[in-house]
């Protein structure tokens, strides 16, 4: 069987030569961070922590601009300040950053006006314009994707240590936010709880390194097998094998067959590793891909990311949940409330509503409650941008304002306003 969802390149001459020279690049992570991730997401599995993972569903080469980039990383910061608060357990930050450049696809073409062309896949395989040159699967956009990583994890490496994520300043960008936009009371009234929070250990004298750096994490969704396997290395201390293009790499959805390459390739590797599981996964599924992936039943080593939907997790999910706990496994579990949410207007747009993605996050933490399992964590696909690309939240976008400052080349992203929405609302949750 071939692996699914990978790119055809007409030149296997000039893959090779890509494949030799990825080899030889300098690692992006190293194996002892993907080690201290899998610490982090062990605690988080014993309910000692909640991850917020999130960023665009696809970067592009074009979006790799100091602006972009510490816009989607300032408002990670900021829902993390506010979940922090509330959960009182540490949040395990992780960005969809600094390597999410390939795209799974449901159809293999696109046809616009009668012209059919292959798909757009992600700049890490093609160009987004309609034209074939662009379409043509190029395996030069693999180095493309590599230093588009290696120039994002470098600014973010340097922005997150650097001054950038002090806490203060992180949650001077929640107070902008309920000063400018109509929200909830409830959400002033915890942004004021946490400013004297902050005033009170200010004034105890409390202004340690823990104020001004955070600790953060890389991911993505490991598609293409040609680049993941370039950039994986064995580590030196343990000779075992980690994939260096990212800490925390998952198996989507449309890849995660038992049989298939993808997770043929990922059981052997040591980073921590999530997999996604759609309306139609059995217990069964999951429990057999849990086996497969971590058969020595390691702490940390699995997180199962459900995207059920908001019509179909309080149903789905509880015996899925159920039938792994019996089987005596801790995995993460986290909640991805996107991508069971899209739906396409009459206008043809695609998009999510806000109000889906809210009450998907709800029936994770009823279903979790119910199940006496720890919610540990959430999954996004955001921006620091005010895009309109999801309906509803506090800005009440409509249908008719779509098409204002719609920029995704993929999936429909939460704006920033509405990203820091869904960060109350989870700390509503923990808080209860
Ligand atoms: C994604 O995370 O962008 C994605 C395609 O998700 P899934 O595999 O769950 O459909
Ligand atoms: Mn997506």
Redesign the pocket.
């Known amino acids: 069987m071939n692996p699914a969802q990978q790119p055809s390149y007409e030149d296997q001459a000039e893959l090779a030569d890509v494949i030799a020279q990825l080899r030889t690049r300098p690692p992006l992570v190293f194996a002892g961070e993907c080690d201290d991730l899998r610490d982090k997401l062990a605690a988080v599995a014993r309910g000692e922590g909640f991850v917020l993972q999130g960023g665009d569903?696809a970067e592009t080469f074009a979006g790799v601009t100091a602006a972009n980039i510490q816009n989607k990383l300032r408002t990670l910061l900021s829902m993390a300040v506010v979940m922090t608060y509330a959960a009182q357990v540490p949040i395990v930050k992780i960005g969809r950053i600094a390597g999410q450049y390939a795209?799974?696809r449901s159809k293999d073409t696109e046809t616009r006006a009668g012209v059919t062309l292959p798909a757009y896949r992600g700049d890490a395989v093609n160009g987004y314009d309609f034209t074939p040159e662009s379409r043509r699967h190029d395996p030069r956009r693999l180095l493309e994707t590599y230093n588009s990583s290696s120039a994002t994890m470098n600014l973010a490496r340097a922005l997150l240590t650097g001054g950038f994520a002090d806490l203060r300043t992180a949650h001077s960008w929640n107070a902008d936010f309920v000063r400018s936009a109509p929200v909830n009371e409830r959400y002033t009234a915890l942004v004021q709880e946490i400013e004297r929070a902050l005033a009170f250990m200010v004034s105890c004298g409390m202004d340690d390194e823990a104020m001004h750096t955070v600790e953060f994490f890389s991911s993505h969704?490991a598609l293409l097998l040609d680049y993941e396997h370039a950039m994986t290395r064995i580590d030196s201390r343990t000779r075992t094998p980690y994939d260096v293009s990212g800490h925390f790499i998952w198996i989507?959805?449309?890849t995660r067959q038992l049989d298939g390459a993808h997770v043929e390739f990922l059981r052997h590797l040591r980073n921590p590793i999530g997999i996604?599981l759609?309306p139609s996964t059995t217990a069964q599924d999951a429990l057999a891909l849990a086996d497969k992936i971590d058969p020595d039943r390691e702490p940390g080593r699995l997180t199962l990311i459900t995207?059920m939907g908001a019509g179909k997790i309080r149903t789905v999910l509880p015996s899925v949940i159920d039938e792994v706990m019996a089987s005596g496994r801790l995995p993460v579990w986290m909640c991805?409330p996107m991508?069971g949410n899209t739906f396409t207007t009459d206008n043809g747009v695609k998009t999510r509503a806000f109000s889906d993605v809210a009450d998907e996050v709800d029936g994770f933490f009823e279903v979790h409650e119910q199940c006496g399992t720890w919610p540990g964590g959430i999954h996004i696909?955001l921006t620091g941008d005010d895009v309109t690309e999801c309906v509803g939240g506090v800005g009440e976008l409509g249908e008719e304002d779509l098409g204002e400052r719609y920029e995704t080349l993929c999936?429909p992203r939460l704006n920033r306003n509405q990203s820091l929405e869904l960060a109350f609302t989870v700390a509503h949750r923990l808080n209860e």
Do not use: V
Request: with cysteine; charged share 65%.
């Open positions: 569903c795209k799974p969704e989507g959805e449309r996604k759609g995207r991805d991508h696909e999936d």
